[in-house]
Each structure stands twice: as C-alpha cells, then as structure tokens.
C-alpha cells in the first residue's frame, strides 16, 4: 500500500483536472487526454525530439561552460586573499542581476540564436557557480589538506587528489540548485531571443493559434527534461566518490525514540 | 538477590511492564515484566550491561513509548504520555538554542504571571550556578553549563518526579565529578523523586539510594541493592568498594583488565 | 589596515573593469560606455518613471512572494512532519518543480489577462517550490530531543509545533526564504519583459524597442541588480541576530 502513495496525489490531480477542463470553455483549459494526444503528435512529427535536443544543447554547453570557468575560479578566490576581497562584493552585485535582464544585450551580441541563449546560461551560472566552488573549497576541513600534505603533496596534486574530492559534496549540491535555475532561466530566454527550443515552443503554440493542448504538452515535456537533467546530477551525488558527506538515514520527528 | 523494603505508599509504580517491538516482520522482546515501585523523594539509579534498554525503560516511563502491557502510576494516576510534572533531562543535550539561559528555563513557566516567572529563574539560575549567564545563547555555554541549565530548566516546573537518561555522560571525568556533586546538592534542597539511567557504576554508587540492576536483552530486573551509605560517600571506604564490586559482579564484568 | 584592505581590492578591480569597458566601447558605437550609461540613469531619474517602475516591480513580488509564503511554510511543516505524507507528495513536487514559472506564462495571461496578477502569479509559482521544500527539510532535520522535550513541557500538540518546532526550522526556513526571494527577483523582471506595461523589466525591454536605448538598458540593468542585492542582504542580516545565528555557521575568519 505504501508503494503506491506517490501516485495518489498526481492520479487526484489529473482527475480534477479533466472534470475542470471538460467543464470550462472548450479551448481555455485543455483535456489531459488532449494534452496526452498533443504530445503524442509532437513526438509522432519529431518536432518533439528537435526542441528538446535544441533546450538540451544549449543548457549543456551553457552550464558547462560556466563550470569550467566558475570552478577555478572559485578555488582562486579560495585559495588567494587578495582576489577574493576584490572579486566577492562584484560577484555578490552581479550575481542578482536577473540573467534575463541581459536578453538585450545578448541578441546585440550574438543575434538571435543558440549563441545568445548559451550567453544567458553563462551569465546566469557563473557568479553563483563561483561563489558556491568558493564556498566549497573553504569549507574543506583543515584536517584533509594537513593529512596530504603530511603525504608529501602540494600545488596541484595537492588540490587535485585532495581539495577537490573533498569539496565535491558541496560543489554538486550547488551546482544541482544552479541547474535547476539555469533551467528556468533557459525556457525564458527561449521565449524571447531564439527560434526554436522548448520556451520557443510554448510561446509559438500560443501565439499561432492557442494551442493550449501543444503549451500544455510543452509544460510537461519542460518538467520532464528538467526532472531528467536533475536526476543526473543527483545519480553524481549518490556514487561512492561523493555519498560520505551525505547525512545517511535521518529519522523524522515522529518516528523513533531513542 | 537482596530485596529492598518497599515504601508503603510508592510515588512510582511500575506493573508487569512489558515492550516489545516489531520490526521486519519479528517481534523483539525488549522489556519483560518490569515490577518497581520508588518512594517520594528517593533516588533511584538504573544500570545495566549496553543495549539493554535501560534508555527504553526510561522513555517508557517518561511516557513517550506506550508499553506494550502492564501499567505505570505516579501517585495511583496512570500514565498516558509526556507530562511537564514529570521532566526528562535527555542524553544529548536538549535545550533550545533559539533561547537565552534564562527563556530555556523560563520555559515551562509560560502560565505564570511575569513577576513570579522572573523570580523562579533567577532562583533556579542561582541553584545551578548560572549567574551572570542569564542572556547567554546556549552555543555559548560549555558542555556542563548546558547540562546543568537543563537540569535547572528540569527543576523549574517543580516536577513530581525526574528522569535522568545519562545526562553526564558527554562529560568529562572532573567535570562529571563536580556535576554528581551539584546534583546531589540540589536533590538534598528540593527532594525530588529522580530516577537516573546510567552505565557507570561508579555514578550509580555515588548517587543513588538503590540501585537496580537490569538483566540483558531482553530486560528485566536482574536485582536491587540498597546503598546504605550517607552522603557525602568516600569512594575509597571498604563499604563503597564492596558495593561496587557486588554490582560489577552482578553484571557479570570481569574484575581484571 | 583589514578594512581598508577589503575596500582597496575591490575598488581596483572595479576601476580596471570600467577603464576595459570605456575602452573597448570606443570601437562599437552601439554599446554605451559607462559614462552614456551613467547620463542615462539621470535622465529617468528626472523623468520620474524610474520611482514607479520600481514601486511596481516591488510590489509585485511583495504580493507573490507572501503568498508563497503563507501556503509554503504551513504546507512544507506538515511535509516535514509526517513521513507518509512526505511520501505521497514526493513525486508529484519532484515532477512540478523543473517546470520553470516562465513556460506559466501563457496559462496564466490566458488566466489572469496582461496585467499585474500574471505576474504576481508566476512569482508565486516560482518562489513557493523553494519555501516549501526548505521547510520541510528544516522541520524534518530538527533533532528528536528537542521534539521529545518539547512534548515533556507543552500541553498541546499546536504548542509543540509553535514554540519547538519552527523556531528550531527557522534556519532552515530562512535559507528557503533567501532562495525563493532571489528567484521573485528574477521572475518578476522576465515577467514585466513579457506580459506587462510597467515595471523594471519593462523598461529595459522598451528602452530597447522604442529607440535602441541600450544606456538605459544598461542603467536598468545595474538597478535590477542594486535592488536585488539589497533584498538579499536584508534577509541575510536577519541570520546574524542571536535568535538565529546558532543555525548558520559563518565563513571562518582567515
């Protein structure tokens, strides 16, 4: 019985829905069934496939680049005082900015394209992705880098077998929530500055015709990816390599005593 | 086995207690047949060989595990479940580190008009040896500070009856020397009834009136001793060593190490 | 000599990065050097838009942003608080939280029409997921002795929740309520750029339309950001008063 507790509240839901959608003005609200045939039908044409992988696309070059750039970064900030008092009060500027603020400028930059939504993802990672591998890194115990440099290492062995295994908890944790924000912040830039993505795809079944079946569908298939992309992160945090600084099997209030 | 003279009108009464917990499938017994009965103002200590469920038959008493037969009474009144007159001071620390010294102790004391709240702290924080820590934040405090704001917090609400789960053991050993002592001090001004749960028999010794044994999983009385001792007891008298001894003997510990 | 220190840096590389930016728009006449940019906020200051633009986008998040609030904190305690629950709403969180609040929004200008509820709406969409979550983890988290000694000293279940175990969340919820904030932030400024007259993110997206205004672009721009951090540092400054900073271990001083 308890197996089945995570599909009561989505099967509730769907009901309610299809008893609100049957009930209201026939195009406002879509069927789920209509929804379910309108997904059906993106996937049957391959329209489906082409915007998911063009949303993938650019989240994936977007966040890892903002990686591979904010991480360093972050450990220099770390590691050396002097850029991190003149970096951090920048970051903590730039980094509530909101990424979409930047849409302007990204289309005069790059044009309307893969390239100004890869910008937007940059932008809205970097900063936070830095302050988080600073955070990160600062929050190492003193203890593992004593016990590798009695080891004998420094300089980079030292931060590659030590500083950054022990930081990874943290790091992934954060890089998780950015995801996720990168995400949001990805389908709003594809509703204004490209032609073709997921964001695209809601606002053009809008606007040709009120398509709420195909902006619903496109909804789902938003959740969805983003629930994929989620999953693989959290697949990183569970490997052994990382899973120790999990807290394991916390009780909830109401469960044991003592 | 030596049995001790049962007061005539217990504070405690424990009947034919039983627990036993199902888990995967199996029944565990956990508890059998517990029978005890403490007086008003005695102190009673619990030991027991690890995972015996000492720390159990405490919580159980306390009221936040519900038996699985058998009856517990305080004053001929049943048991039901956690009871401001009957305060836990737990293992781990547990006071609220949202609240100064003198909110955590003013705690219980919410339906009391101000001026008589303000006094009970002030008396309380003075009986613990707090003074001048009023506004501090617990995070503040050593290890044997926050035990014994706990203990004054205990006392606040002027509980019936006291249950200690071993509350000094995170301690170290002088601080746990001079912790038995300021309990003992206390006890003597306010006579509560304190039943104390404890693995060091050098803690159940010192402190207790009598002290109970329990048998290993699952539990039951393994046997009661009477410490006919005055305080102050000197641990080095042949009397505390005998007692010592029968306890560890009792337990079935090996004298050599 | 720290404090000077800690002005010093900064302040150089922020010089430096100016200096890089005034140069490099001597090339392109279409991006505004810092010099444009700074005569372009002057000129909304005097035209008296900017207090209102501002006023408006605030306004907006404070409606979304409490509403968030008063069904998050509630909902996440209870999530926290019974495992079975926990247990049905999971997947169905898990499955509505990655659908950004921005793919709402052509519901929601169906729903609510172009006005300031489509907004006030997604903002709401966008900041409850992180109020809701933080909580339950807070409540969740708080450690079974305080639960236990709160049971021993109140009388009712209601007191054990108000006097233990939200005050012993609260870090916990404080965090939610930082992230849901900025995330407001965020939202509120996408929406204006799409669904509404008035606003921040109005006015960037119109400075760019009515005339390729990019100075004002860039001001707004600044503004958004200058607004956001000072949101950001209000709640942070709420996790340094004593009632709270035992939940929050602060950066080790060097």
Redesign the interface.
């Known amino acids: 019985m308890a197996k089945l507790r995570p599909f009561l509240l989505p099967v509730l839901l769907l009901a309610m829905w299809q008893f609100a959608a049957g009930h209201s003005s026939a195009h406002v609200v879509p069927t789920p069934r209509s929804v379910a045939a309108a997904l059906a039908g993106l996937a049957a044409s391959g329209a489906l496939a082409k915007h998911v992988i063009a949303s993938v696309f650019r989240i994936t070059w977007g966040f890892l680049l903002a990686s591979l750039v904010a991480i360093p970064c972050g450990m220099l900030l770390a590691l050396n005082r002097r850029s991190q008092l003149a970096a951090q009060p920048l970051l903590q500027i730039l980094r509530p900015i909101s990424p979409l603020a930047w849409t302007p400028l990204a289309v005069l930059w790059f044009g309307i394209g893969d390239l100004a939504a890869i910008f937007l993802i940059f932008i809205a990672c970097a900063p936070t992705l830095t302050l988080i591998a600073y955070s990160a890194v600062r929050n190492v115990r003193p203890g593992y880098v004593n016990a590798g440099r009695n080891f004998g290492l420094s300089g980079v062995p030292l931060i590659w077998r030590v500083v950054l295994p022990a930081a990874a908890p943290q790091l992934l944790s954060g890089m998780r929530t950015t995801l996720a924000i990168a995400w949001s912040v990805l389908v709003a830039g594809e509703m204004l500055a490209v032609n073709s993505g997921l964001g695209f795809l809601i606002m053009d079944a809008r606007n040709a015709g009120n398509r709420f079946d195909l902006v619903f569908a496109g909804m789902f298939a938003i959740g969805a990816v983003g629930f994929a992309l989620d999953a693989i992160l959290r697949g990183l945090e569970q490997t052994d390599f990382v899973c120790w600084a999990l807290q394991g099997g916390q009780t909830s209030a109401k469960e044991s005593?003592? | 086995m030596s049995t001790a003279p049962t007061p005539s009108c217990p504070k405690l009464r424990v009947s034919d207690l039983c627990l036993t917990f199902e888990r995967d499938g199996k029944r565990e017994s956990i508890l059998e047949h517990i029978d005890l009965s403490i007086g008003a103002g005695e102190f009673v200590c619990i030991v027991g060989p690890s995972g015996c469920g000492k720390?159990?038959l405490l919580?159980v008493l306390?009221g936040?595990?519900p038996p699985t037969s058998g009856a517990i009474e305080i004053d001929n009144e049943p048991v039901r479940?956690?009871?401001?007159r009957r305060?836990?001071v737990?293992?781990?620390?547990?006071v609220?580190?949202?609240?100064t010294v003198a909110g955590n102790i003013g705690?219980?004391l919410s339906a009391l008009p101000r001026k008589e709240r303000e006094e009970r702290i002030q008396h309380y924080i003075g009986l613990v040896g707090l003074e001048g820590f009023e506004r501090a934040?617990?995070?503040e405090l050593s290890g044997g500070m926050k035990q014994r704001l706990e203990v004054a917090r205990a006392l606040a609400?002027n509980p019936d009856v006291l249950y200690m789960?071993e509350p000094f053991a995170g301690l170290d050993f002088i601080t746990r020397m001079t912790m038995r002592k300021e309990l003992l001090r206390i006890w003597h001004r306010e006579r509560k009834t304190v039943v104390l749960v404890t693995h060091d028999i050098d803690e159940a010794v010192q402190l207790g009136d009598r002290v109970l044994v329990l048998s290993s999983r699952p539990a039951h009385i393994h046997c009661e001793l009477e410490i006919g001792m005055p305080h102050p007891r000197d641990v080095s008298a042949p009397e505390y060593i005998a007692m010592r001894t029968r306890i560890l003997d009792e337990l079935g510990v090996e004298r050599g190490v | 000599m720290k404090r000077a220190e800690a002005i010093f840096w900064p302040a150089l590389l922020c010089a430096a990065l100016l200096l890089a930016w005034q140069l490099a728009t001597l090339h392109t006449p279409v991006v505004p050097s810092p010099v444009r940019v700074l005569r372009g906020f002057g000129e909304l200051v005097r035209k008296r838009i900017l207090l209102s633009y501002i006023a408006s986008s605030l306004w907006r998040v404070a409606k979304g942003y409490l509403a968030a609030v008063c069904l998050g904190i509630p909902a996440g305690a209870a999530l926290g608080y019974h495992p079975a629950l926990r247990q049905s709403a999971n997947f169905t969180i898990q499955m509505l939280r990655p659908i950004s609040p921005l793919a709402w929004m052509p519901m929601a200008v169906v729903w609510f029409g172009v006005g300031d509820a489509t907004p006030v709406f997604l903002i709401f969409i966008g900041a409850f997921f992180p109020i809701l979550l933080w909580t339950a983890e807070g409540v969740r988290n708080v450690?079974n002795?305080?639960v236990?000694?709160g049971?021993?000293?109140c009388?009712s279940n209601v007191a054990v929740i108000f006097?233990?175990m939200i005050?012993?969340a609260?870090p916990k919820i404080l965090t939610g309520l930082r992230a849901a904030l900025g995330i407001a932030w965020i939202v509120v400024v996408a929406a204006e750029m799409i669904a509404v007259d008035s606003g921040l993110g109005y006015l960037i997206i119109d400075s760019r339309n009515a005339g390729q205004r990019y100075d004002l672009v860039i001001a707004g721009m600044l503004l958004i950001g200058a607004i956001g951090l000072t949101l950001d540092l209000g709640l942070q400054s709420a996790e340094r008063t004593?009632?709270?900073s035992?939940?929050f271990s602060h950066e080790p001083a060097d």
């Open positions: 005593v003592a | 720390s159990t919580h306390g936040f595990l479940g956690p009871d401001p305060i836990f737990f293992q781990e620390s547990a609220f580190p949202w609240l705690f219980g934040f617990p995070r609400v789960d | 450690p002795v305080l236990l000694a049971r021993n000293f009388s006097r233990v005050p012993a609260f004593k009632f709270l035992w939940g």
